[in-house]
């Protein structure tokens, strides 16, 4: 197929007595990218968008006139366009829009889950270490003079069963144990109330003054020992034992 472009390219250079260096170092393109172009070697561009630009930059550092230039030739180009599956410059230029704009989203994208992720390890942080929560570690069963009976059962004295009733004032991780059975284990919150009775009540609390507690109709004051926890021991016969 005769290379009309390439040998038209050639051909304003050569009317006007250019070489290809000056070409060169006038538009700071390499010699190999114009012999290139003057033999349609269109395969050493990574687009026809360069070549175009190419070709503009050929014609303005001849001295030619690049309008007439692409008019004269304006159905070769687009012969050469369908043949390398490329778009027309118009589109090729909206489809650089676009990438550009798919990468400015993925990365507010990506900024935005950085942000998201670090404001869930902020309230977790906040949930594990605040008043009340309960506590980070494996939780050792407190030990107590009298070691808790498995079940009620197997424990009846003569006295009355322990009646308990808490209220919150704010919030307060806390477990009930009734013998060696868990009845409750959760974080309550401002206004919850919490009732039970039992002949061997063990109480293991995370913000002990967050709660009010009351024993068989008498209130009863809970101070922790260290820190915010607090363990208690009720039962008839030993109404309270701290540890």
């Known amino acids: 197929m005769e290379k009309v472009l390439g040998q ?3 051909k304003e250079r050569e009317m006007r007595g250019v070489s290809l ?3 060169a170092t006038e538009t700071r393109i390499g010699t190999r990218y114009l012999l290139a172009l003057e033999n349609e070697d269109f395969s050493a561009f990574p687009g026809f968008f360069y070549v175009r630009y190419y070709i503009k930059n050929y014609l303005r550092a001849c001295g030619a006139d690049e ?4 008019n004269t030739h304006y159905d070769y180009l687009q012969t050469i366009l369908a043949k390398m599956g490329e778009p027309p410059p118009d589109q090729y230029l909206s489809k650089l829009e676009y990438v550009k704009f798919k990468k400015r989203k993925t990365i507010l994208i990506i900024l ?6 670090a404001a869930a390890f902020l309230y977790w942080n906040f949930t594990r270490t605040r008043p009340g929560a309960a506590p980070s570690g494996p939780f050792a069963f407190p030990a107590f003079s009298a070691a808790p009976i498995a079940y009620e059962k197997e424990f009846c004295p003569d006295r009355a069963a322990v009646a308990l009733q808490m209220t919150f004032s704010d919030s307060c991780w806390l477990q009930l144990w009734r013998g060696g059975e868990k009845i409750v284990e959760k ?3 401002k206004g919850d109330v919490l009732a039970g009775h039992g002949y061997q009540l063990v109480l293991v609390m995370g913000n002990p003054a967050a709660a009010r507690l009351t024993v068989n109709g008498r209130e009863w004051p809970l101070s922790p020992l260290s820190g915010n926890g607090m363990k208690l021991l009720l039962s008839p016969d030993q109404l309270p034992e701290t540890m």
């Not at 935005?112 to 992720?117: D, H, P, S, T, V």
């Open 187 to 189: 974080v309550f919150v």
């Open 21 to 23: 260096d000056d070409i």
């Open 112 to 117: 935005l889950l950085l942000l998201l992720l």
């Open 8 to 10: 038209a390219l050639k």
């Open 67 to 70: 309008t007439a230039f692409f």
